[in-house]
């Protein structure tokens, strides 16, 4: 084993920021590559074997550039410069990060952040209909959102539609309080959330009177045709096959279209086939479609979801019998 001493430059204003707070991502580097890095007048030192001491070199370099153009390095994208390398990507979070959406209102820019989220995004760019599939955490609602706001404001798109099914979770929508506005309202909620965010309270409103911004339960969309708009499928998974094809058949000229969801999160009763599931087997062959499955790896909330996402994909792994489509358990017992 031949150890190797490399230096990179970085520079005293971005020590802090790239070794984190007390050190925290200097010292996770040095468990991880098993190297020492000494910082010293705007230089780094990096000891260690010779391939790890590379790697480690690599992470620097990546999440000094980071800095430079004024991100602040967080956790996640330690781990996931981290993880790149060990997966000699070629593309790093650097390239990752030139591709800028939109800001928030608060003037914050919205990015990708894992190759996985570039990927989708690339997609919803170039192709009519996008399918965003994967775990909770890994931004497909909110840059579906960004994208569509962007699209908006371009005047690529004359009217942004976001809908999702309402499915009841153990009560009866007749019995919530309210008008039906104020029923289906909290089901829409995280599809508000993230409008208000991004385009802010006034100018949905402002737009939403206009109807150029519509938020809707899917029901809402039977019986029309969407043209000239950017239509967001949120929760597709709890669509049944009825629904979906309804659904896919309303799309119009100049239309773009994204479909989320989590096919590990349904919500519709016992023995009913998801919508998602069979679209995505039906028009999986067709020109301009594209699906997009992001995993754990994607994941950009707080680490622990990261692991809890892990955590569950590597458990239902487990639970669920080799060829078993249907998402049942292995009892051990053979019918007869």
Known sequence: ???????????????KNVFGQFDAYAKKME????VTLIARD????ILGEGHAAEKAKRVLEQL?????????????????????????QEEGIVEIDRDLICHTLQGKPIKP???GQKKYVDAIRSRMITFGLGPAGTGKTYLAMAMAITAFKSNEVSRIIMTRPAIEA?????????????????????????????MGAESFLKNSEKGLIEVAPLAYMRGRTLDNAFIILDEAQNTTPAQMKMFLTRIGFGSKVVITGDTTQKDLPPGTVSGLDVAVNVIKNIDDISI???????????????????AYEEYEKKSIRPGNKDGRRNSGKRRK
């Open 42 to 45: 705007g230089q780094t030192k």
């Open 170 to 198: 153990g009560e009866k929508l007749g019995f919530l309080p309210g008008d039906l506005q104020s029923k289906v309202d909290p089901y829409l909620r995280p599809l508000y959330d993230a409008l208000y965010q991004i």
């Open 64 to 88: 000094t550039e980071l800095s430079r153009r004024g991100n602040v390095i967080t956790e996640q994208n330690v781990d996931y410069a981290i993880s790149l390398v060990f997966e000699d």
């Open 1 to 15: 084993m031949s150890l190797a001493e490399l230096m990179i430059d970085i520079p005293a204003e971005h020590e």
């Open 292 to 310: 997009c499955t992001l995993t754990s790896k994607d994941v950009v909330r707080h680490p622990l979801v990261q692991k809890i996402v892990k």
């Open 31 to 34: 468990r991880t590559f098993h």
């Open 113 to 115: 952040k894992t190759l």
